[in-house]
């Protein structure tokens, strides 16, 4: 075996202490920075911007206390801790982006960014608050065309066509490998940890060099599948392990906490479903060049399926397809804080659970440590009820 | 307005052959579907509706949300031809997913902003949409000139809601705040545009020649923020047994949706009512922008004391713009002070002192 699996994981895993110095470089060399959220910004566009894009999401309790001398403590705390950052300069990332991107995404953000725009040069992105083709498109592209000439004239370059095509061949190239990574958690046993499947996602926000970090993560896929393949993968077999999908957004801060030790304690993350889940990943912008490339964008990024659209219909029949074709056990729905659109929108996941027949688990929690144990404890039992379910099944 | 106040409108509107509407926010246009002949009710607030949220609503969520959803679910709105939704606040557009059955819905698209080239064309097409959806649904037809009539009736309400709340320029102002908006709500529980406009003008002459009984020096109070619902009374209360009287509601069920005007002799009919619905001054908007202009004329026209802004639980469009109106306020000497609350009566003690110690300030 010529590579070793937990080192190559493991690059992923700190990528985010690493990239500070990765940052550093880049602005040193002259190239610029466009701090991120969401989803729902256009990579594509970014990336023919000639921008090098970093997540800006806060995922740490520290930097709360001086958000909450301007915003309100009742907040979600993923936008405290992100605002707090750019408050007290206490992230890198932050600090080193020439311009930061936001959309009105939920209420709590869109209003924070107007504070942050006070902070730092901005462009918001509105979003179609209806996710339907017929009645949100033409606005969306309206403002992904304002987006697009913001950027060009902050860089003082146009983004051409081809600029765009080109970027956006690139990034469905990543997108067809990110979605990789969730096929990995079909098989039987899972040929990749949930754990792991998030250290991937979240460490590839920090690592600058796209080619580089395809070659890599082509590595680290090959070699779980093999290793799979040669009965070594990272689970071992036990048809009553509970699968699980994982739906929510905005994990950083609370991953170790809910991600780790649902795995720990024998369950088995099969997917992530939500913004960064697997419907964003499988979709790709088209690539007839003879249409408009960013009104391809448009039609690809409506359909992120966030809880801040509504009626969010799509998202329901994802869910519903996810939990059926990774053969999910269960669905764990992680909210943040006072999150009101996630928060809402897991009693209609909850349904189609029902639907489906399976139970659904809702962790509501933050930033602060205090609440592991009782956490462990809802999770234990969760996964102990699937448990003795499938064995019913089985052996009756 | 309770529940039995409710049926009885809506049988009377049926009765005489009126379909009947009902909606909760500002931001939906009434005149489209006066228009399409129905009667419109903006239940803002219904006295006696029992709490059902906690079977699907997660407990810290703001209060009219809960009611929305609560109402919503309950039987009295099981004769109502049409229960209009917007995606205004996260709460509410998320909550109206989870009404069962979702027939009689539609889902009504607001612009998140005013100041963006998509706002206009945005609502503009919302209109047409919404139109043809009366039409399909119920056949209904609306003509331009069925519409520019409505929205006459429309301009006509709004004025009389604000020559009802301009009673309060007086020093001292005419009556109690409370008192105003006891008459506002008796007179908005009519179901039509026409109905309400005379039962404001009735309402102001009936204050109008009360007895004058706010003393000279009580402090003048402007009220701004989230909607009142079911939460009014203990607001105003607090306000009013310190000392304090309130002049002006700058809140979603008074200035913010009066204040707004359509050019009925524009040749561009639906383009002047998406301009009227541009210029809304709630705080989904990103920026608000006009929600400082309209205070600071407000606060000048009724020569306030200070600056109440009232924010429930959770609701972080409102809580979130605190921090810009509370320097907006320093920055031209306006006094500014926040409180927040949530539905019950837990927490009457604490606002009543908050609220005393900023009216004392003044
Ligand atoms: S977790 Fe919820 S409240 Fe927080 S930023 Fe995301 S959508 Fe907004
Ligand atoms: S008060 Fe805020 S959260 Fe409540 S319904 Fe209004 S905008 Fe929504």
Redesign the pocket.
């Known amino acids: 075996m010529s590579i070793s699996l937990p080192e190559h994981f493991s690059e992923f895993a700190e990528a985010r202490q690493q990239g500070f110095l990765a940052v550093k470089e880049l602005k040193e060399s002259g190239k610029k920075v466009c701090g991120t959220f969401c989803q729902y910004t256009p990579a594509e566009i970014i990336l023919a911007a000639g921008l090098y894009s970093v997540g800006l999401c806060g995922k740490s309790a520290a930097p709360i206390k001086t958000a909450e001398t301007r915003l309100p403590a009742n907040l979600c705390p993923l936008i405290k801790a992100s605002y707090g950052h750019a408050l007290e300069d206490s992230c890198p990332y932050a600090y080193f982006s020439d311009i930061v991107v936001g959309e009105t995404t939920c ?1 709590g953000k869109k209003k924070m960014y107007e504070l942050l725009g006070e902070l730092k040069p901005m462009q918001v992105i509105h979003l179609p608050n209806l996710p339907d083709y017929e009645r949100s498109l033409d606005m969306w592209i309206t403002e992904l065309r304002a987006f697009t000439r913001g950027l060009e004239e902050f860089t003082g370059e146009e983004i051409t066509e081809d600029k765009l095509n080109e970027a956006i061949e690139w990034c469905n190239k990543e997108r067809v490998q990110a979605a990789r990574i969730y096929e990995l958690g079909k098989y039987d046993p899972p040929a990749i940890t949930g754990t792991h499947m998030r250290d991937v996602m979240e460490g590839e926000q920090y690592i600058f060099d796209r080619h580089r970090k395809y070659e890599k993560l082509k590595e680290i896929l090959d070699q779980c599948e093999a290793d799979w393949h040669a009965g070594q993968g990272p689970f071992a077999p036990d048809p009553c392990r509970p699968r699980i999908i994982i739906s929510g957004a905005g994990l950083g801060g609370v991953a170790e906490k809910t991600v780790n030790v649902l795995e720990e304690l024998g369950g088995a993350i099969v997917c992530y479903e939500g913004c960064s889940g697997i419907s964003s990943r499988r979709r790709l912008v088209s690539e007839d060049r003879s249409r408009d490339p960013i009104v391809r964008i448009a039609e690809k990024y409506i359909e992120v399926p966030c809880a801040v659209v509504s009626p969010n219909t799509r998202r329901m029949e994802q869910v519903a397809d996810t939990i059926d074709e990774w053969k999910a056990d269960g669905v764990v729905s992680l909210t943040l804080h006072s999150c ?1 659109p996630f928060a809402i929108e897991t009693e209609n996941i909850r349904r189609v659970c029902q639907r489906k027949g399976i139970p659904l688990l809702h962790i509501e929690t933050d930033f602060t440590p205090g609440d592991e144990g009782q956490i462990r404890t809802r999770i234990e039992a969760y996964l102990e009820m699937i448990r003795k379910k499938k064995e019913e099944a089985l052996y009756g | 307005m309770d529940k039995q106040q409710l049926k009885q409108i809506i049988d009377r509107c049926h009765q005489r052959g009126q379909r009947v509407a009902v909606h909760f926010c500002s931001h939906v246009p009434e005149e489209v579907l006066t228009a399409a002949g129905f009667a419109v009710i903006r239940l803002t607030h219904l006295e006696d509706v029992a709490d059902i949220s906690p079977r699907a609503l997660p407990g810290n ?5 809960k009611e ?1 959803y609560s109402i919503c679910e309950d039987p009295v709105l099981k004769d109502v031809d049409l229960i209009l939704t917007e995606s ?5 557009k998320k909550m109206y997913e989870l009404i069962t059955p979702q027939e009689k819905l539609w889902y009504y698209q607001v612009a998140q902003g005013s100041d963006r080239a998509y706002v206009a064309p945005l609502i503009r097409s919302e209109l047409g949409y919404l139109i043809r959806m009366l039409q399909d649904r119920f056949g209904a037809q609306v003509t331009e000139e069925g519409l520019r009539e409505a929205a006459r009736q429309a301009n006509a309400e709004r004025e009389s809601v604000m020559e009802l709340m301009a009673l309060q320029k007086a020093e001292p102002p005419a009556v109690w705040g409370a008192q105003l908006y006891e008459a506002w709500r008796t007179a908005q529980a009519n179901p039509t545009c026409e109905e309400r406009t005379a039962a404001y003008r009735q309402q102001r002459e009936r204050l109008a020649s009360a007895e004058h009984t706010v003393p000279a020096d009580a402090k003048r109070i402007l009220l701004t923020g ?2 009142l ?1 079911g939460v009014y009374r203990k607001v105003l209360q607090a306000v009013e047994e310190n000392d304090g009287v309130v002049v002006c509601f700058e809140n ?1 069920e008074l200035a913010k949706s009066s204040v707004r005007h359509t050019d009925t002799e524009a040749e561009d009919l639906v383009g002047a009512l998406a301009e009227c619905y541009r210029n809304t001054a ?3 908007m990103a920026p608000n922008d006009l929600r400082f202009a309209l205070l600071l004329r407000l606060a000048e026209e009724y020569r306030v004391d200070g600056i109440l802004d009232l ?2 639980q ?5 809580t979130v713009e605190r921090d810009k109106l509370s320097r907006f306020c320093r920055q031209h000497d306006l006094p500014y002070m926040a409180v927040e609350t949530s539905a019950g009566d837990s927490d009457v003690g604490q606002l009543k002192t908050r609220i005393a110690a900023f009216l004392e300030m003044l």
Do not use: E, F
């Open positions: 209420d009101n | 969520l703001c209060p009219v949300v929305c205004s606040c996260d709460g509410k989230c909607p619902g979603c709630c705080a989904i924010t429930l959770t609701c972080h469009a409102y």
